[in-house]
């Protein structure tokens, strides 16, 4: 088992940057699959980004690219989400995640049904 906590939410106006952080509760090998999605009001979960902790593998929702950088740091427990130029429509509850990597499957192919463990959630709210 692995409980994940997140923090750094909070509310910016738009053109801000917040870094959200989840700490895991025990140590994450390198054969993991971590990850941030969120959801907002009324609209289904939807991956932000996701990192394999081995290295590389690396994969970013469409909408936050060129803004967002995902980062892990494996000896501090930590999956970290960089957010910049932050945008009305990010505001949403994100959530970190956690799974071990299949043999047979890349992160990048994973969706949110494929993750075991989960945050229970940070708020983000970006005002225009």
């Known amino acids: 088992q692995v409980q994940l906590v997140e923090s750094g939410g909070g509310s910016v106006q738009a053109g801000g940057s917040l870094r959200l952080s989840c700490v895991a509760s025990r140590y994450i090998s390198v054969d993991y699959c971590m990850a941030w999605f969120r959801q907002a009001p009324g609209q289904e979960r939807e991956g932000v980004a996701t990192?394999?902790?081995?290295?590389?593998?690396?994969i970013y929702a469409d909408s936050v690219k060129g803004r967002f950088a995902i980062s892990r740091d494996i000896a501090k427990k930590t999956l970290d989400l960089q957010m910049n130029d932050l945008r009305p429509e990010d505001t949403a509850i994100y959530y970190c995640?956690?799974?071990?990597?299949?043999?047979?499957?890349?992160?990048?192919?994973?969706?949110?049904?494929?993750?075991?463990?989960w945050g229970q959630g940070t708020q983000v709210t970006v005002s225009s």
């Open positions: 995640a956690a799974n071990p990597r299949s043999p047979n499957r890349r992160c990048s192919a994973l969706s949110g049904s494929d993750f075991a463990y």
């Open positions: 990192i394999y902790t081995g290295g590389g593998d690396t």
